[in-house]
């Protein structure tokens, strides 16, 4: 496996409540900060595709701006019908002051 930590931001520069896209090598994350917290999750609706990260973060639920599904930013699983899909949700690791979220591209791609 090819695990690898990538540098997505600074630990002030994401408010508790608020969202931030970042795209690596392709791969769209959306990052998420709950009362403190980061999370880092697949920004692609399974849907069809919406942005998440342009969608609406109510304590640690995202709703897509599409067409209103909505996941758990922890779990990365839905939280309406259909549930039992998953969004892909990666490690959030935080250096001094640096946030890094870890990649295995084996799987995550
Ligand atoms: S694309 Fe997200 S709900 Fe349709």
Redesign the pocket.
Known sequence: MAKELVRVLRSGELAPGRMAFVAIDGLPVALANVEGTIYAFSDS??????S?STGVLIADSVT??????AYSVRSGKSLIPPVGLRLPTYPVVTIGDEVYIELDWDVSN
């Open positions: 609706c399974r849907h069809e595709g919406g998440l897509c701006p599409w067409h209103g599904w």
